[in-house]
């Protein structure tokens, strides 16, 4: 079955192939004829996946899915959100978001710290944060939503070489005091949000395929 991605990054495409398996065709939006960017401006992680996969499916008529993800980190109340890849601006720099991040939680630990001593009651801080993926599949124009979510903390430092965007400061629950940075790409496809949310778009298409 052909069906497009939309996404121009080449890993994503690669990672994707290997978790749908034989059977399918992946196509860029650029392949499948869509050289312009792909507008990205609702305030969900669905809302996103969603309006990228309309996007192309209005565009080319195929079938054809979409992915967002993004960080919530609990002292900030679910920031970065939506804004994960450009929160240090729109430059998208990983170690400038990341310093970021780190400088944040540290002023608002500061702040709730500070009221502590003034005897005004705060909730204790925590470290608490999940990476979320939402993909949207569009298939014979009925859409469909499938989620995966990673929990964690974020460290005080970076720490590990491998992954990219925040792998160095997000330590997951399941990965035993290493950052995602320090775990392999299988290690860490097994655990993360992406490959849950992957995953079970594989499963379902796999069952429409041999259920025909
Ligand atoms: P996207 O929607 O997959 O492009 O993800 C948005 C942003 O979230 C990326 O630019 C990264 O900064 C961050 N992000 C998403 N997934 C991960 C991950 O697995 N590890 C670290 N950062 C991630």
Redesign the pocket.
């Known amino acids: 079955m052909k069906i497009v991605f939309a996404?121009g990054?080449r890993n994503?495409v690669k990672e994707a192939e290997e978790i749908l398996g034989k059977g399918f065709e992946l196509v860029t939006p650029v392949e499948a004829g869509i050289d312009e960017d792909i507008p990205?401006t609702a305030n969900s992680?669905r809302g996103?996946?969603l309006q990228k996969a309309k996007y192309i499916y209005e565009k080319t008529g195929l079938n054809c899915f979409a992915?967002?993800?993004?960080?919530e980190v609990e002292i900030l109340g679910g920031a970065?959100g939506v804004h994960?890849?450009?929160?240090a601006g729109e430059s998208?720099d990983?170690d400038a978001?990341m310093d970021k991040l780190l400088l944040e939680m540290a002023r608002r630990e500061g702040e709730a710290t500070a009221m502590r001593g003034l005897g005004i009651s705060t909730p204790h801080a925590t470290r608490r944060a999940r990476?979320r993926?939402s993909v949207t599949l569009i298939l014979g124009g009925e859409t469909f939503f499938f989620d995966g979510t990673?929990e964690g903390t974020i460290s005080l430092e970076k720490r590990g070489a491998h992954?990219?965007?925040?792998?160095p400061v997000?330590l997951p629950l399941e990965a035993g005091g290493r950052t995602?940075?320090e775990l392999s790409d299988e290690e860490?496809n097994a655990i993360?949000?992406?490959g849950k949310a992957m995953r079970a778009m594989a499963e379902f298409l796999r069952s429409k395929i041999e259920g025909k």
């Open positions: 996404t990054n994503k990205e992680f996103n996946s992915d967002d993800s993004g960080l970065p994960t890849a450009r929160y998208r990983s978001n990476f993926t990673m992954g990219f965007g925040y792998d997000f995602s940075a860490k993360s949000h992406r």
